[in-house]
């Protein structure tokens, strides 16, 4: 079994989005640093309300997913089609913009920490039309998995047991087979995880770092791993927590105009006409 090892390093940089949330943002900060079929990675982390309390007031999207994964605070989210979600912290949403959204996700708080993700997940071709669709997962739905010196929580996709069998995550059944877990492991711990050979895969440690064989990954960065079967990381001398993502790439094109991500240039141009018509769903 060929064991992944770290290819490249894509550091985080810090953007403001929405109404001037401050993030740090790694894949997605150019057009060209994707990982199909992952556009997009954004860590948003203060204890300064100025930095997160204006919020992402209401704007669309088409033919990806976005997935929101919270460690600390909580979100409220609204679309226009009058569905409502509280993200509470050690959450998620899983929201398929499909063939269209127009939503806001604006903090429920005043004060304290505020620690969470967001990614985007491209769709194939065939389901950038489906209708949009969602998934708001508890905390207290995420499986939680006691490893040696550390724990693992299952978003999607699965880990093993200790007597071998899976313990799949909430979300199953997609095209892009996507795994995620939030892994945390305390000072030179080991975790290993058996993933698909064809399948993309990286991570993003959000404390302390790990080490990918002998080569080094610090905090806020995304470490895009080598083809290979299984993945095998070793917490640095801090412990650390991190994000394990993989999915099945698609192979098509990519066409992104801000919120629109489509196969071709026309299929962008019907979207913003949809948008402006206020027929995007």
């Not at 040696?148 to 059944?173: E, F, K, N, T, Y």
């Amino acid at each position: 079994m060929t064991t992944r090892s770290l290819h490249k390093i894509i550091p985080s940089i810090p953007v403001s989005d929405g109404a001037g949330v401050k993030l740090r943002r790694s894949l997605g900060q150019s057009q060209g640093l994707r990982l199909d079929p992952f556009l997009m990675l954004d860590e948003f982390a203060s204890d300064n309300p100025d930095d997160y309390i204006a919020g992402f007031p209401a704007h669309p999207h088409r033919g990806f997913e976005t997935v929101t994964y919270m460690l600390e605070g909580d979100f409220l989210h609204e679309d226009h089609l009058g569905h409502k979600g509280h993200l509470r912290g050690g959450g998620a949403q899983w929201m398929t913009a499909g063939r269209g959204i127009i939503h806001s996700e604006m903090p429920l708080q005043q004060s304290g920490r505020l620690h969470g993700f967001q990614f985007w997940i491209n769709l194939p071709a065939a389901e950038k039309m489906k209708p949009a669709a969602y998934r708001d997962i508890q905390p207290e739905d995420i499986p939680l998995q006691q490893i040696a010196g550390g724990s693992v929580r299952v978003v999607a996709g699965s880990v093993a047991r200790p007597d071998g069998q899976p313990l799949p995550g909430p979300i199953q059944g997609l095209s892009t087979a996507p795994l995620f877990l939030d892994v945390r492991l305390d000072a030179g711990q080991r975790f290993s995880q058996a993933v698909d050979a064809g399948h993309t895969a990286f991570l993003y440690p959000y404390a302390g770092s790990v080490n990918v064989g002998t080569a080094a990954l610090p905090a806020r960065q995304v470490g895009v791993l080598s083809a290979g079967e299984r993945i095998e990381v070793t917490a640095g001398s801090d412990g650390a927590g991190f994000l394990l993502l993989a999915a099945r790439p698609l192979g098509e094109a990519v066409v992104q105009y801000g919120p629109f991500v489509m196969n071709t240039r026309e299929e962008i141009e019907q979207a913003l006409d949809d948008y402006r018509a206020g027929t995007l769903t």
